[in-house]
C-alpha cells in the first residue's frame, strides 16, 4: 500500500463508525478513497445531480438542504464528524435528493461512486460490511428524522380543566 | 386529649414573595425574579439544582416550577416559566412589585457530587434547560473539580433557544457548548437536526468516566439515554429529570405518581436505572 | 396507645351501653356511630344507643348491598357500609390555607380550626387497620398534614370486633382482621346480654372505670371468643398476596386490563368508599371581592378524566390505564411508597362497584397467566 492509501486508512481507522470494518477491508476502500479539505461554502451537489461520490465527515458540519417554490432552500439537517454524506451513491442509479453545502471548514474523505459500486459487486463480503454499516446509519437517521418530525416542542397552550 | 406536638412548619402555608424582574426570553417564555418580603425567609430558604417551587397566585392556583438560577445568589430566586394554563397566564399579565405565594424548595436535586473528578454531558431539549442552569452556575463556580464539559441543547426553532445571550460566557467558563434546533430558518448558519445526534458524534473517550443529566420532553429524553447507553455510559451514571401534575408537592394528593414514583418528594431527579421500566409506559 | 399493663376484660350488661355514651360525652366528645339512613348504615353523629342499627344486618355481595332484618336484637350485628372512618381525619373538605390582599400584598395563614373532639363507636380491625395505613400516609412522610395530625390525636376510639363477615370481606388475606388488635382505646365484643370490653390505652381504663363493669367471667370471655371465631369461620374470600407486588408491576401490558376495562365505568365510587384511598386537589374559592380567597382541599380520585392532565393532555387517558394505576397502587406500589399494602380487605370496592368488579378476581386473572421474565428495554442502536 503507499503512503497516501496508508495515511487514508490510518484517519479512517480513527472514524468510530467505521469501526467495525477489518483492516483489510479499510485497506481496500482506502485505495479508492481521497482525503480532501473544503472550505465553507463549497457545494458538494446540489438536487437532481447524478450521484459522483459518497462523503465520510471526518472534521467540520456540512448541511443538508432542501428547495421549494416560494420557501426556498430550507436547511434539513446538519451533518457533522463521523457521519455520511450522499447515501446514494453507493446504491447507484439515484439522483441527488438534497443539497449539500459545506458549512464550516471541513475535512472529507470521499469515494468515487461507481468504483465503491464496482467494490462491492466485485467483493460481496466488504459489500455486505458496507450495506450494514450504512443501514445502520440510514436507520439511526430516520429514527433522528422522525423526532424532528414529532415535534415535541410544539406549543401546549391548550385550555385545561386543571390549572398549570 | 394529647397536647399537640406536632412539626410547627405547615407545608401547606406559603410565604409572600414579590416579583423584583421580569426577563423576557423567547415567545412565551419570560424569567420572573421572585423576593422574599419577609427577610428572615430570605435568609433562610436555600435551593439545590434541580429542585422546584410551588408558585401560589391566589384565586388562580398553584404552579410546579423549576429554579433557573445561581444557588449561591441568595437575593433574588429566578424562574423561567412558559405561558401554558390558567396559573401560568395570569402570572405572565403581572408586574414588577406585585405579590404571590411561594412553597418550596422540593424535589430531589441534580448529583452534583456524583459529577466530581468526572466528564459531565448536560443534554436539554427547550424549557428544559432551565432546570440545567443552576448546575451550569455550579459547574463553572468550581470548574476544577470537574473534567470536560459539554451542554448539548435542542431547541425547535432559532428563536426557541434560552438564554442564547450566555452561551459565550459559558464556553469563556470551559463549557463546550453546542446546539441545534429542529427546523431552521433562512440563513441559519447552524446545526439542524434532533439534540441526539450531537450525542452521538460528541468525542467520548472515557465514556466509563461520564455523568450524562438530561431534561426535556420525555421522548427526547429517552432517546438521549438509548444513545448514551450504546456509546457506553452505565444506566447508574445517567440522570433524568421526570415531569407529572403537580397539585400540593407533599406527597399527599397522590396527582403526580409515575408508578411507584411521587415526583414531587422522590423526584423529578432520577438516576436512570430507576425509572428505566416506568419510562418506557406511556400511560402510566 | 397499649400500655404495658394487661387490663383484665370487663363485661358491660348490656343496658348499660348508653352510659358508655354518655361518659364520652360528658368527657366533651361528639359521639360518632353507625346509624341507618338511605337503607344503608352509615357513620354519623349520634348520642343515644336507639340510633344505632339495631337487628340490622347487611347483606353484601359485588354490586350489591340491602339490609335486612335479623333474628335478633344485635346493635353491631353488621359489617361495613358506605362510610368509612377516613372522612374524621381526612375530611372531604376542608381549608388548608387562606389569602388576604392587603395594602402591602398578600397575606398568607392558616385557618385556626380546633379539631372536633370526637368518639368513634364501632371502629372494625380493618378499619383500624387503615387508620394505621393512613397514619404513615398523612404522619410519617416528610410532611405532615397538620389537620389530619390535629383530628387523630384528638380522637377516642372504640373499636368492635366483628362477630360475622360478609360475603365481600377478606381481612384475613391482609392480616387485619377480624380480630382488633391494637391502635383502639376500647374494644367491644357483642355477646347474648352484653359486651365484652378490653382495654387498649390509659384513656379508654379512664372511661371503663367509670362504667358499671364487672371482670368478665370464664363463660363470657368464651362467648366473647365463640362470637368472634364466627366471623372467622364466615370469610370466603380470599385475596392471594403471594409477591403481589411484582405480579402486578411485571405485568402492566397484561391482557386482563383490557378486560377490566370493559366493564369499569371509571365512576370512582370504589375510591370513595375505600378506607385508605387519599387522592385530593386544591382548589381556590374567593370571595366576590377577589380580596379573601381560601384554598380548599377536597377528596379527588385517579378515576376522574382530568386526575393526571398535564401539559395541553391527559396522561391516563384510557379506563385500562385508570383502573391499572388505581389497582397497581392499592396494592403493589404502597409497598414501595408506605412499606405496607394498601388494601385492608373491608370488600368495599366490591360491594359498591356499580358493575361488581371483584379485586380478587383480577389479581387471580393476572396471576393465572402472567407474562414472561426478564424482558429489557429496546435499546435503538
Not at chain 1, 479539505?37 to 438542504?65: K, N, W
Not at chain 3, 354518655?22 to 349520634?46: H, K, N, R, W
Not at chain 3, 387508620?131 to 410519617?140: M, P
Amino acid at each position: 500500500m503507499n503512503t497516501k492509501d496508508a495515511s487514508t486508512a490510518q484517519l479512517m481507522r480513527q472514524i468510530e463508525f467505521l469501526s467495525t470494518l477489518s483492516d483489510d477491508d479499510v485497506a481496500k476502500l482506502a485505495q479508492l478513497a481521497s482525503v480532501e479539505r473544503h472550505e465553507a461554502g463549497t457545494v458538494l451537489f446540489r438536487e437532481g445531480d447524478e450521484c459522483e461520490h459518497l462523503y465520510l465527515v471526518v472534521t467540520g458540519r456540512v448541511a443538508l438542504e432542501m428547495c421549494m417554490p416560494r420557501r426556498g432552500c430550507t436547511r434539513v439537517l446538519t451533518v457533522g464528524a463521523g457521519e455520511v454524506v450522499g447515501f446514494s451513491a453507493l446504491l447507484g442509479g439515484h439522483a441527488r435528493a438534497a443539497q449539500a453545502i459545506v458549512s464550516e471548514d471541513t475535512v472529507l474523505i470521499e469515494f468515487p461512486a461507481e468504483q465503491i459500486q464496482q467494490l462491492c459487486d466485485d467483493d460481496h463480503d466488504i459489500g455486505y460490511a458496507l450495506m450494514n454499516l450504512v443501514s445502520k446509519a440510514l436507520l439511526r437517521r430516520l429514527v433522528a428524522t422522525r423526532l424532528q418530525m414529532l415535534d415535541v416542542f410544539g406549543d401546549s397552550k391548550a385550555e385545561g380543566p386543571v390549572s398549570s | 386529649m394529647i397536647a399537640n406536638t406536632g412539626n410547627s412548619i405547615d407545608p401547606w402555608l406559603a410565604k409572600s414573595v414579590r416579583i423584583d424582574r421580569i426577563t423576557s426570553e423567547i415567545d412565551g417564555v419570560a424569567t420572573y425574579d421572585l423576593a422574599f418580603c419577609d427577610p428572615a425567609s430570605a435568609q433562610d430558604y436555600r435551593f439545590l439544582p434541580g429542585q422546584f417551587n410551588m408558585l401560589y397566585l391566589p384565586g388562580v392556583g398553584e404552579v410546579a416550577i423549576s429554579v433557573s438560577g445561581d444557588p449561591n445568589e441568595s437575593s433574588r430566586i429566578p424562574h423561567t416559566i412558559r405561558e401554558a394554563g390558567n396559573v401560568t397566564r395570569s402570572l405572565a399579565r403581572m408586574s414588577v412589585g406585585d405579590s404571590l405565594g411561594l412553597r418550596g424548595p422540593f424535589g430531589t436535586s441534580w448529583p452534583l457530587e456524583s459529577c466530581q473528578e468526572q466528564n459531565v454531558i448536560l443534554v436539554a431539549g427547550g424549557i428544559g434547560l432551565a432546570p440545567l442552569r443552576p448546575t451550569i452556575c455550579q459547574l463553572l463556580a468550581d470548574r476544577d473539580r470537574y473534567g470536560e464539559i459539554s451542554l448539548l441543547y435542542g431547541g425547535r426553532s432559532p428563536d426557541g433557544l434560552l438564554y442564547t445571550a450566555e452561551y459565550d460566557d459559558w464556553i469563556a467558563g470551559g463549557i463546550d457548548v453546542q446546539f441545534t434546533v429542529d427546523r431552521a430558518t433562512a440563513g441559519w448558519p447552524g446545526n439542524v437536526g434532533v439534540v441526539t445526534l450531537l450525542l452521538e458524534r460528541l468525542p467520548l473517550p472515557e465514556p466509563a468516566a461520564t455523568v450524562l443529566l438530561t431534561c426535556g420532553p420525555e421522548v427526547m429524553m429517552w432517546y438521549t439515554i438509548q444513545t448514551a447507553l450504546t456509546r457506553g455510559l452505565a444506566g447508574e451514571s445517567i440522570f433524568v429529570s421526570l415531569e407529572r401534575h403537580m397539585n400540593c408537592a407533599i406527597g399527599l394528593c397522590g396527582h403526580c405518581q409515575m408508578g411507584p414514583e411521587f415526583l414531587c418528594k422522590d423526584g423529578p431527579v432520577f438516576r436512570y436505572d430507576r425509572v428505566a421500566t416506568i419510562m418506557r409506559v406511556d400511560d402510566l | 396507645m397499649a400500655t404495658q399493663t394487661k387490663w383484665k376484660e370487663r363485661f358491660l350488661a348490656r343496658e348499660n351501653l348508653q352510659s358508655l355514651l354518655d361518659e364520652l360525652m360528658s368527657d366533651g366528645f361528639q359521639v360518632v356511630g353507625p346509624t341507618i339512613d338511605q337503607d344503608a348504615i352509615v357513620y354519623d353523629e349520634i348520642d343515644s344507643v336507639d340510633q344505632l342499627p339495631q337487628g340490622w344486618t347487611d347483606s353484601q355481595e359485588p354490586g350489591r348491598y340491602r339490609l335486612q332484618r335479623r333474628d335478633d336484637d344485635a346493635y353491631f350485628g353488621h359489617v361495613v357500609g358506605p362510610h368509612s372512618w377516613k372522612r374524621y381525619f381526612f375530611p372531604p373538605l376542608a381549608t388548608i390555607a387562606t389569602a388576604d390582599r392587603t395594602q402591602d400584598g398578600w397575606r398568607h395563614a392558616t385557618p385556626d380550626d380546633p379539631p372536633p373532639r370526637l368518639a368513634l363507636l364501632g371502629v372494625r380491625a380493618c378499619e383500624l387497620a387503615a387508620i394505621g395505613v393512613q397514619d404513615r400516609v398523612f404522619l410519617e412522610g416528610p410532611f405532615v398534614d397538620p389537620i389530619y395530625q390535629k383530628r387523630r390525636q384528638a380522637v377516642f376510639i372504640v373499636a368492635v370486633n366483628c362477630t360475622l363477615a360478609a360475603s365481600t370481606c377478606f381481612c384475613t388475606s391482609t392480616n387485619s382482621g377480624p380480630r382488633c388488635q391494637t391502635g383502639f382505646d376500647l374494644a367491644l365484643t357483642e355477646i347474648d346480654n352484653g359486651f365484652i370490653i378490653e382495654v387498649g390505652s390509659a384513656a379508654g381504663a379512664g372511661i371503663v372505670s367509670r362504667l358499671a363493669v364487672e371482670v368478665a367471667g370464664a363463660d363470657q370471655l368464651a362467648s366473647g371468643e365463640s362470637a368472634r371465631r364466627a366471623a372467622v369461620d364466615q370469610i370466603k374470600k380470599r385475596l392471594d398476596t403471594e409477591n403481589i407486588r411484582d405480579l402486578l408491576l411485571q405485568n402492566l401490558d397484561h391482557p386482563q386490563w383490557d378486560d377490566v376495562a370493559t366493564r369499569c365505568l371509571s365512576c370512582t365510587n370504589c375510591t370513595m368508599v375505600c378506607p385508605t384511598c387519599f387522592c385530593s386537589s386544591v382548589k381556590e374559592v374567593a370571595d366576590l371581592s377577589g380580596d379573601h380567597v381560601q384554598r380548599q382541599r377536597e377528596w379527588d380520585s385517579c378515576f376522574n378524566f382530568d386526575f393526571s392532565y398535564m401539559n395541553g393532555g391527559v396522561v391516563r387517558n384510557s379506563i385500562r390505564s385508570r383502573y391499572r394505576q388505581w389497582l397497581t397502587h392499592k396494592l403493589a406500589s404502597w409497598h414501595d411508597q408506605f412499606d405496607t399494602s394498601g388494601c385492608v380487605g373491608c370488600g368495599r370496592c366490591i360491594t359498591w362497584c356499580p358493575v361488581g368488579i371483584d379485586l380478587t378476581k383480577e389479581v387471580a386473572a393476572i396471576r393465572a397467566t402472567p407474562a414472561k421474565q426478564g424482558t429489557q428495554a429496546k435499546v435503538v442502536s
